[in-house]
């Protein structure tokens, strides 16, 4: 076989292994459920200027059988459809398997996506909040880990009127 005939050879062989690795990853990745994650707190972090900085601790559970690395997270938070916060943060942990982790990612708030809020509840007494919270635990795999929150939340009566 010359030179040429062996390199098609290898070619195949490098294509047909690297279209197998793939399918079981796909196959593997598959069964996984995914991860559940849950807002479980919000504190008041320093802000600049016309920003609010929150940190925003969110209770990760794994379903699954196997444990999760992560090497980071990212996140946005969307309130009444419109986006309110987002953020990242370098944070490395482990889920364990059929466990939970808690992580605390920094948010910021622009000024303005505040005052849209802040007018979209005037008046509502208490006010309620459809959020949508979504994410991505990075460092698993190619793509990361993506995960859905959605919910609705209301503040406390007397926070945002006098009684």
């Known amino acids: 076989m010359n030179r040429r005939g062996v390199f098609k050879q290898v070619g195949r062989w490098a294509a047909a292994l690297g279209a197998g690795s ?6 593997v990745l ?3 459920e995914p991860v559940q994650v849950s807002v479980i707190g919000i504190e008041s972090l320093p802000g600049e200027d016309l920003e609010l900085r929150m ?29 309110f916060a987002s953020g990242v943060s370098a ?46 635990l990075s460092g698993l795999v190619i793509g990361g880990m993506h995960f859905e929150s ?4 209301a503040l406390p009566r007397g926070l945002t009127h006098n009684n």
Do not use: M, W
């Open 30 to 32: 598959g069964l996984r």
């Open 91 to 136: 944070e490395r942990g482990h889920v364990p398997r059929f466990g939970e982790a808690v992580i605390s990612v920094p948010v910021s708030v622009s000024a303005f996506a505040l005052a849209r809020q802040i007018v979209k509840i005037a008046g509502k007494e208490p006010p309620q909040f459809d959020y949508v919270l979504r994410g991505q």
């Open 150 to 153: 959605k919910g609705e939340i």
């Open 22 to 27: 793939l399918l079981a990853a796909c196959a």
């Open 55 to 83: 940190a925003v601790k969110l209770r990760v559970q794994n379903p699954n059988d196997v444990a999760i690395d992560f090497d980071g997270i990212s996140l946005t938070l969307d309130l009444r459809g419109a986006r």
